[in-house]
């Protein structure tokens, strides 16, 4: 069974840091490109990083570049998001998303992230 959770969302004051995990399950792992996408109420869903391996160079929004940085782990099937300096902006639904290299695609259920005073 296919299956993305995902996990650390919550509510942070602006500047503050949150990391997204996405634990998955039921496909070969290492051999899909990982991604974060986000999706704000009112707003398009958004690439918000990609990694094709532990070991590529990632891809990031401009909006996220030098805050966010996405790692994953091949050998626990797991995709991590590390979020510093929040902004409310940053405020969405985020999304862990599979890609087959365009064949196929996967989505977890999302995991809300609220940046607020």
């Known amino acids: 069974q296919v299956q993305l959770v995902e996990s650390g969302g919550g509510l942070v004051q602006p500047g503050g840091s949150l990391r997204l995990s996405c634990v998955t399950s039921?496909?070969?792992?290492?051999?899909?490109?990982m991604s974060w996408y986000r999706q704000a109420p009112g707003k398009e869903r958004e690439l918000v990083a990609r990694?094709?391996?532990?070991?590529?160079?990632?891809k990031y929004a401009d909006s996220v570049k030098g805050r966010f940085t996405i790692s994953r782990d091949n050998t626990k099937s797991t995709v991590s998001l590390q979020m510093n300096s929040l902004r409310p902006e940053d405020t969405a639904m985020y999304y862990c998303?599979?890609?087959?290299?365009?064949?196929?695609?996967?989505w977890g259920q999302g995991t809300q992230v609220t940046i607020s005073s």
């Open positions: 998303n599979a890609d087959l290299w365009g064949r196929n695609e996967l």
């Open positions: 039921g496909f070969t792992f290492s051999s899909w490109i």
């Open positions: 990694l094709t391996s532990p070991d590529a160079t990632p």
